[in-house]
């Protein structure tokens, strides 16, 4: 049997990004987000869903563009930070150790140091209720070649994202390897026939 929860934002995984953007005199600034995935192919896109009331928010509509930063295990306390303290009061990163990096395709920083970063310049605003909805067109995937597995593609498991769990409030890392994705269901695929 199933217990109801009524409507909550409770569902897995729910991914740790920080967003990177420029303030109006060009102040690199950070954000970390969970309301966030992938939500088209072609052409690539990602969502983001933002509060009015953020810095972050400001600097997007104003620049129209942002970078996806996708931080390891190893800066969870960094990515953590990032989402407690504003970018208009604070430099987060001075106060983090970490560098911002100009991207050349988009009007946003990234972090340096960070594996895995997406830049992205905005093609749609949804305003949802509290949250505003960005779409943003993947204009380029970088990854550190550490963490690119021997097909040449970023390694979840090199990678290291960290997780959210919103109702809990808790931080998680990725488990291990199930299969091949469009492979293993084959088994029940040629049973079913």
């Not at 990177?20 to 987000?33: C, E, F, L, P, R």
């Not at 306390?77 to 911002?100: N, R």
């Not at 779409?135 to 040449?152: F, M, R, T």
């Not at 994202?161 to 293993?184: N, Q």
Request: net charge positive; charged share 25%; proline share 6%.
């Amino acid at each position: 049997m199933k217990k109801s929860f009524g409507p909550r934002t409770l569902i897995y995984p729910t991914p740790v990004w920080v967003i990177g953007t420029y303030d109006k005199a060009g102040k690199s600034n950070v954000m970390t987000i969970a309301w966030g995935g992938l939500c088209c192919s072609k052409p690539p896109c990602v969502a983001i869903s933002i509060r009015k009331a953020t810095y972050t928010y400001g600097n997007i509509i104003e620049r129209k563009a942002f970078t996806v930063n996708v931080p390891s295990e190893a800066y969870a306390k960094e990515s953590d930070y990032f989402g407690m303290v504003s970018g208009k009061d604070t430099d987060k990163f001075a106060a983090a150790g970490l560098t911002p990096a100009k991207s050349g395709l988009v009007d946003a920083p990234y972090v340096k140091e960070f594996p895995l970063i997406l830049e992205c310049k905005v093609i749609n605003i949804i305003e949802i209720g509290l949250h505003t909805q960005f779409i943003g067109e993947i204009i380029d995937v970088k990854a550190e070649e550490s963490v690119l597995n021997e097909k040449g593609f970023p390694d979840i498991e090199k990678v290291k994202p960290i997780l959210f769990s919103p109702e809990m409030r808790a931080y998680y890392k990725v488990g291990g390897y199930l299969g091949e994705a469009f492979s293993i269901g084959k088994a029940l695929q040629s049973l079913r026939s």
